[in-house]
């Protein structure tokens, strides 16, 4: 068999993988045996490396693992709708063959017989898959996108797909087809967009590891509605062939810089496991050459040099989840890590931040009618800081302009570099309010019409939707890499993340240090009744 392997090597990747993934060995349940510390109920939210170690240490079996999930998305989903198709009867038939085989002392892969979800954006091979769009409603692929065949691979159990805006166009997770996905923390409230659907279903305990994307961030800014961890990869790292958009039967289009696809996760290490199974270049690339994830940059955590803000007069934060950032810093100070309040000095925020606005709309407009940017580019004028006037040119501006604005984001990653020869990581906010509650008025984002405007109610007033795009912005502007850890709840128990910007291609260094902080932040949290 192709993926058999004798019983000396069985034992020795089993050794190595708990090695890897530094898991207790004195953790055992009480659905299995007496010797446990846990409670069964705390199953559902543990990591998948967590997760994992038990499989391979036959303290619980993947039929059990899938069915316990499934029982669990049966019940709970009807109240928070995060899965689309739920794939029962393939699910538990994988998770018997991956039982089967370790049986026989064949492991599958690092994610041997651990029950995940695919965001509804990746094809899944006969499974409906839909990006939100109705014109996809029957739509079923004929066969898997690169990182869930890398994933099925790896040994993991594909339970279903998850909920998200139509086209994946929005920081809510709504569409025609599937209805409206609920923040478990408030039902009130969004999970955020447009992976939303995957946050909602880790955060209420339904999956143990999620796939998802990132243009506006649609991995970390629900990561922070939810409470979980969400990492955006650096750019083309981990392959989006096989993602929708682009639409089923269009020409395909190379990587436009911007958007990536990554994980979410309960635990920082899941991230990495996650990436190194997705990670690498795409068939025809990977005959000529591979890829694999550059160590974390030091050992010691109060080696690291770190700056940060938590407020910027361009963005400001709200007073609900303030308290709750100013508190985490309070405790890593307590921990006497080596951190420094500021931008960097190579850094121009506003220039980067409109850099990004232009790009995001210049890499949608082609499917915009003729009609509509005739009517943008006689609307455009000269002033460089309107978001609605870098949407006019973003659309409507010959290719030259978008090839300089293309320049920019090319210099911006070089400032960002200059920082990191000397730092390690910044540390920002992921968004300036904790999840919102649901919006019906269409959006799109600095949509020029202020009656169809979309806001954001805060403490301090109305902000208008698409403040949204500010923090999140740099990382993707220039391809760094960001993990989002969760650091502790507002006042009114909403969750709150920070994000941590890596080097370029550094994607364990961020994805370690936010571990570590939400460790010290003690964020880690999951809603009650779940």
């Known amino acids: 068999m192709k993926n058999s392997i004798d019983r ?40 998948a490396t967590e997760i994992v170690d038990l499989i391979l240490r036959k303290k619980i079996s993947s039929v059990e693992l899938t069915r316990l999930m499934l029982s669990r998305i049966n019940e709970i989903d009807k109240k928070i709708n995060a899965i689309n198709v739920l794939m029962e009867e393939e699910a538990l038939t994988n998770a018997k063959k991956a039982d089967e085989m370790l049986s026989r002392g064949e492991i599958l892969g690092p994610l041997h017989g651990v029950p995940i979800t695919i965001k509804d954006s990746f094809r899944i091979k006969g499974v409906v898959t839909t990006a939100g769009n109705p014109l996809l409603r029957d739509y079923v692929p004929e066969y898997d996108a690169v990182s869930v065949a890398r994933l099925k691979k790896a040994g993991a159990i594909v339970l279903g797909n998850t909920n998200v805006p139509y086209m994946l166009d929005d920081h809510q997770s709504f569409n025609d087809i599937y209805g409206r996905t609920l923040n478990p923390w408030d ?152 951190m420094e309040e500021g931008w960097p000095d190579t850094i121009d925020r506003e220039e980067q931040y409109h850099n990004y606005i232009y790009l995001l709309h210049a890499n949608v407009s082609g499917g915009a009618p003729d009609s509509e940017i005739e009517i943008l580019r006689e609307s455009a004028d000269s002033d460089e800081k309107n978001m609605s006037n870098i949407r006019a040119k973003a659309f409507s501006n010959p290719h030259k302009y978008f090839k300089q604005q293309e320049s920019r984001r090319l210099k911006a990653r070089e400032d960002w570099q200059k920082y990191f020869s000397e730092y390690d990581a910044f540390v920002m906010p992921v968004a300036f309010v904790p999840a919102f ?3 019906e008025k269409p959006w799109y984002p600095n949509n020029p019409d202020p009656a169809k405007r979309r806001i954001l109610n805060t403490p301090e007033g109305e902000r208008d939707y698409d403040d949204l795009l500010f923090w999140i912005s740099f990382a993707t502007l220039t391809g760094l890499p960001a993990t989002v850890f969760p650091i502790g709840l507002t006042g009114t128990g909403l969750p709150v993340g920070l994000q941590i910007i890596g080097p370029f291609l550094e994607d364990a260094t961020s994805i370690y240090l936010a571990g570590k902080l939400s460790e010290i932040a003690d964020g880690i949290r999951h809603p009650e009744g779940y």
């Open 8 to 47: 000396r090597s069985f034992l020795h990747k089993t050794s190595l993988m708990a090695s890897a993934v530094s898991f207790s060995s004195s953790l055992s349940y009480g659905m299995l045996g007496s010797d446990t510390n846990v409670r069964d109920s705390e199953i559902p939210f543990l990591g």
């Open 437 to 439: 509650p649901h919006i």
């Open 187 to 338: 039902l009130n409230r969004s999970p955020g967009g447009s992976t939303g659907g995957g946050a909602a279903a880790l955060a209420a305990g339904l999956s143990f590891l999620s796939l998802g994307s990132d243009t506006a961030g649609s991995i970390r800014i629900p990561s922070h509605f939810c409470g979980v961890f969400g990492h955006k990869p650096t750019i083309d790292v981990v392959p989006k062939k096989g993602q929708i958009p682009p639409l089923p039967g269009s020409l395909p289009y190379k990587s436009n810089g911007l958007s990536v696809a990554g994980p979410l996760a309960r635990r920082a290490e899941d991230l990495r496991l996650l990436m190194e199974i997705c990670g690498g270049p795409p068939e025809p690339e990977s005959i000529a050459y591979s890829w694999k994830m550059p160590e974390v940059r030091k050992s010691n955590l109060k080696d690291f040099r770190i700056k940060y803000v938590l407020d910027d007069p361009l963005c400001p934060v709200s007073s609900e989840i303030k308290p709750v950032l100013n508190s985490a810093l309070k405790k890593f100070r307590k921990a006497e890590l080596n």
